[in-house]
């Protein structure tokens, strides 16, 4: 069985989530409305440290055909937040793991656009509110039901940082029919999409200076007429890179990011390395891979 799990990102600093955790948890309050029955097709939320989460499913056409999609809905008290892939200068991505499931052949999980926020250690990417992750669902068996078990494991952070873990389960018919669509496809249209062509925003001009003693990397994107709440976010499975800051306001469509490195041999470290530079706004986000050379 082919189960795809969560993987987890690397950061150049130990994760604060770590430090009094024992404290920190013995203070998580229920989250309040979180007993209600749950429908089918969605698991019964599940109470955590100022949080709670379900699973939801549904059927959605995609390239013409249905598709099973599966969702982890996390919904947060308010102020409270939660971590992307890369979780930034500090904390912890989300870990899923589904290897209890059955029937199951793999299930890729999609990341919304997320958004940056400050915290005690810097600058955190991630989601505050309520965030659902899309997984799309393939059997390994067409026509059987899916039994879907995950441990899902996330931090929640605000004046401090809680580690929560969440055992979930749940039936899928092979008649699921649409559930929770409408709830998934909100979900799947913030998921940047792969840049391809002329479509925006996407990525213009990368300039990287990798040795000397101010190593970074420059880009500039070209964003929707209209856009607001611009960014760009840099990551890589295999290295740490930092988290980019705007070199100024967007203007004319235009904006300039940088990324500074602390030093040249943390730079050098990217050489060889695909990362990916996701372009985010309120007019669609793009995901771009570039290597550096």
Same mark, same amino acid.
């Given at each position: 069985?082919?189960? /795809?799990?969560?993987?987890?990102?690397?950061?150049?600093?130990?994760?604060?989530?770590?430090?009094?955790?024992?404290?920190? &948890?013995?203070?998580?309050?229920?989250?309040?409305?979180?007993?209600?029955? &749950?429908?089918?097709?969605?698991?019964?939320?599940?109470?955590?440290?100022?949080? #709670?989460?379900?699973?939801?499913?549904?059927?959605? /056409?995609?390239?013409?055909?249905? @598709?099973?999609?599966?969702?982890?809905?996390?919904? /947060?008290?308010?102020?409270? #937040?939660?971590?992307?892939?890369?979780?930034?200068?500090?904390?912890?991505?989300?870990?899923?793991?589904?290897?209890?499931?059955?029937?199951?052949?793999? @299930?890729?999980?999609?990341?919304?656009?997320?958004?940056?926020?400050?915290? &005690?250690?810097?600058?955190?990417?991630?989601?505050?509110?309520?965030?659902?992750?899309?997984?799309?669902?393939?059997?390994?068996?067409?026509?059987?039901?899916?039994?879907?078990?995950?441990?899902?494991?996330?931090?929640?952070?605000?004046?401090?940082?809680?580690?929560?873990?969440? &055992?979930?389960?749940?039936?899928?018919?092979?008649?699921?029919?649409?559930?929770?669509?409408?709830?998934?496809?909100?979900?799947?249209?913030?998921?940047?999409?792969?840049?391809?062509?002329?479509?925006?925003?996407?990525?213009?001009?990368?300039?990287?200076?990798?040795?000397?003693?101010?190593?970074?990397?420059?880009?500039?994107?070209?964003?929707?007429?209209?856009?607001?709440?611009?960014?760009?976010?840099?990551?890589?499975?295999?290295?740490?890179?930092?988290?980019?800051?705007?070199?100024?306001?967007?203007?004319?469509?235009?904006?300039?990011?940088?990324?500074?490195? /602390?030093?040249?041999?943390?730079?050098?470290?990217?050489?060889?390395?695909?990362?990916?530079?996701?372009?985010?706004?309120? +007019?669609?986000?793009?995901?771009?891979?570039?290597?550096? +050379?």
């Amino acid at each position: 069985m082919d189960v /795809m799990i969560g993987t987890r990102f690397s950061t150049r600093q130990a994760v604060p989530l770590l430090s009094g955790l024992a404290i920190a &948890a013995s203070l998580g309050i229920a989250f309040a409305d979180a007993g209600f029955a &749950a429908s089918t097709g969605q698991s019964p939320w599940v109470d955590q440290s100022n949080s #709670k989460v379900r699973l939801v499913s549904g059927t959605i /056409m995609t390239d013409g055909k249905p @598709a099973i999609f599966a969702g982890v809905q996390l919904r /947060m008290a308010p102020g409270w #937040k939660t971590y992307w892939r890369n979780p930034g200068d500090s904390g912890v991505p989300p870990s899923f793991d589904w290897s209890g499931s059955k029937n199951l052949k793999s @299930a890729e999980v999609l990341y919304p656009a997320p958004h940056r926020f400050a915290d &005690a250690n810097g600058t955190a990417i991630g989601y505050g509110d309520e965030v659902v992750f899309p997984v799309k669902i393939t059997p390994e068996h067409d026509g059987e039901p899916v039994e879907l078990k995950l441990d899902f494991e996330y931090g929640l952070c605000k004046d401090l940082c809680i580690p929560n873990e969440a &055992a979930l389960d749940l039936a899928l018919p092979p008649d699921l029919g649409k559930g929770d669509a409408m709830l998934l496809e909100t979900a799947l249209a913030r998921v940047p999409r792969s840049a391809q062509g002329d479509a925006l925003p996407k990525i213009t001009h990368i300039a990287a200076t990798l040795g000397g003693p101010a190593p970074a990397l420059e880009v500039e994107a070209t964003f929707p007429p209209g856009a607001t709440g611009t960014d760009l976010f840099v990551e890589s499975p295999e290295v740490f890179v930092p988290v980019p800051k705007a070199l100024g306001p967007l203007a004319d469509g235009k904006q300039r990011f940088a990324v500074a490195f /602390m030093s040249a041999t943390e730079a050098a470290a990217i050489k060889g390395k695909a990362l990916t530079l996701t372009l985010v706004s309120d +007019e669609g986000s793009t995901a771009t891979v570039w290597t550096a +050379e």
